[in-house]
């Protein structure tokens, strides 16, 4: 309760705040800009190949700045971000790749709306937070996986 309070707080300190944020290299003027830097980057980045240091840079600062204890969500390093397919959903998603080997995944969307607020009509509709990546809180311990390790069929490995 007290993280959404503190997102709810960040969000109305963003919409009072003009100017641009920074992303690592990067610097966004608006919300939907951003957004379709994320967008564009997803679908046309390929699957399973880890991402060049731009956007590496980019993604964790995306990670840092949306995050209440951003040490703790780096944890012991960022080793790589890959976009991957979600069997179970049929979409693609960025994911995260910690130095210990821990692999999950995670909404740009959200991340986005919690920086810089999208305008009403992009926002995430509650009942389709799930099938965006959203919605959930997978938590490293325990929840996460190993490389190899089996997460709904394929553990990060291709099935080629």
């Not at 979600?86 to 709306?113: A, G, H, N, Q, Y």
């Not at 959203?134 to 394929?154: A, D, F, L, Q, T």
């Amino acid at each position: 309760m007290e993280e959404e309070q503190f997102v709810r707080f960040k969000k109305m300190k963003k919409q009072e705040e003009v100017g641009p944020v920074r992303l690592g290299p990067k610097t966004f003027v608006s919300a939907v800009e951003m957004f379709d830097f994320f967008y564009n980057f997803l679908h046309f980045w390929p699957p399973n190949l880890n991402v060049n240091k731009f956007e590496h840079m980019v993604l964790v600062e995306l990670l840092m700045q949306d995050h209440l204890e951003p040490e703790k969500k780096i944890g012991c390093g960022i080793q790589a971000f890959q976009l991957r397919f979600r069997p179970m959903w049929k979409t693609r998603c960025i994911f995260l790749i910690w130095d210990d080997e821990f692999v999950d995944d995670f909404s740009f969307w959200k991340r986005t709306d919690n920086i810089l607020p999208l305008p009403e009509d992009m926002r995430i509709k509650s009942d389709a937070s799930l099938s965006s990546g959203g919605g959930k809180s997978r938590k490293r311990k325990g929840g996460g996986v190993r490389i190899g390790e089996h997460n709904h069929g394929r553990g990060g490995k291709s099935r080629n």
